[in-house]
């Protein structure tokens, strides 16, 4: 092994990242070369000093911070679905109202359009038409509504 | 490597089992935290980054899906956090006295005065080298001399090969010993 092999791979060296044989190649050329020798001895302080800062203590605290993030994040989760939820059932809700809505005017329709044909049938005049089960007489729809109103009871 | 303990445990997390959460933490709290503090030179950034690191593969871990060790993983999703941060500022380096004082610096408190007083000074040069490297050298540099971690391992971590990790590893460590250099020689 030449000088520069045994250079670029004093890391993997150092690692133990070689195999058996490149393993004893370096450390020939080691045991020869005073200049690779002083190369390595230089590395080997510089990563001794720097593999011997170590990375601090972990405070008690990280674990509630990370704990409480969390729990915020399932919150909010949660808050978004049921809002999702709200929106779809009030949507649901319009869309049955419109539903009702049709088919109430459909039924109404349909009442008055039978009721009409009965008057007919029996010589009622036109005016004289049902509203669900009640009859009345004509005049204007308000005050007809509270004659009636008044009889039945 | 992960065993089955492992296996069973991020499972349990990802059908959101809250004590199993806790216990990956404990498992890998100190190593996260010792990266992102190589990474970032002071303890408060450390704790937000790790705090972060952690609440973002808890956040996504039903997408982890076992192709590496969870640990893998995890030190991924850290050091590009890592490299996120350092990317907007350089690291902040705590000064040698406190970290002293932390017992940050166990190599030193075996010497005498004389050699204390030395080894702090080339302590202080070694973090300034390192905290001049670009930050992918020093993740590496990190990685490979701070954390001890196999090529192969740092190769799964930034996606790359042994053989990549072989050679920036040896550069890194070539410029902060370049660094210390006139130091080294005194």
């Keep these: 092994m030449n000088c520069f092999g045994c250079e670029r791979n004093l890391s993997s060296y150092r690692d133990d990242e070689l195999s058996v044989e490149e393993r004893l190649a370096i450390e020939a050329h080691l045991e020869d070369c005073q200049s690779c020798r002083g190369e390595f001895e230089s590395h080997q302080r510089a990563w001794e000093v720097a593999g011997g800062l170590q990375g601090g203590t972990v405070t008690d605290g990280l674990w509630r911070s990370v704990e409480v993030n969390l729990e915020e994040g399932r919150a909010s989760t949660n808050l978004d679905d049921l809002a999702l939820m709200i929106k779809g059932l009030a949507s649901e809700i319009r869309d049955l109202h419109h539903t009702v809505d049709d088919l109430r005017r459909q039924v109404e329709q349909v009442e008055w359009g039978v009721d009409e044909r009965e008057g007919e049938a029996h010589g009622r005049r036109p005016d004289e038409i049902r509203v669900g089960r009640g009859r009345f007489k004509a005049g204007t729809p308000r005050e007809a509504s509270i004659e009636q109103f008044r009889r039945s009871s | ?186």
């Excluded at chain 2, 941060?85 to 406190?98: G, N």
């Excluded at chain 2, 007083?117 to 302590?123: F, G, S, Y």
């Excluded at chain 2, 202080?124 to 993740?139: C, D, M, S, T, Y």
């Design chain 2, 1 to 186: 490597m992960e065993n089955q303990a492992d296996i069973g445990l991020i499972a349990a997390c990802q059908q959101g089992d809250a004590r199993a959460f806790r216990r990956v933490f404990e498992i890998y709290r100190d190593r996260v935290f010792s990266l992102c503090c190589h990474m970032s030179g002071n303890e408060v950034d450390a704790e937000d980054l790790a705090q972060e690191s952690f609440i973002q593969a808890f956040r996504n871990i039903g997408s982890f899906r076992a192709d590496s060790a969870f640990g893998t993983w995890l030190y991924r999703i850290a050091s590009n956090r890592c490299l996120a941060e350092a990317r907007k500022r350089r690291p902040v380096f705590a000064s040698m006295e406190a970290m002293a004082e932390k017992n940050v610096i166990p190599m030193a408190r075996e010497k005498n005065p004389e050699e204390q007083l030395i080894h702090k000074e080339l302590a202080e040069r070694v973090e300034e080298a390192i905290a001049g490297l670009p930050e992918k050298q020093r993740l590496i540099f990190v990685l490979g001399t701070q954390m001890g971690m196999r090529y192969r391992e740092i190769g799964e971590i930034l996606e790359c090969s042994e053989d990549a990790v072989k050679v920036r590893i040896h550069r890194a460590r070539k410029r902060v010993r370049d660094a210390l250099k006139p130091f080294l020689e005194t």
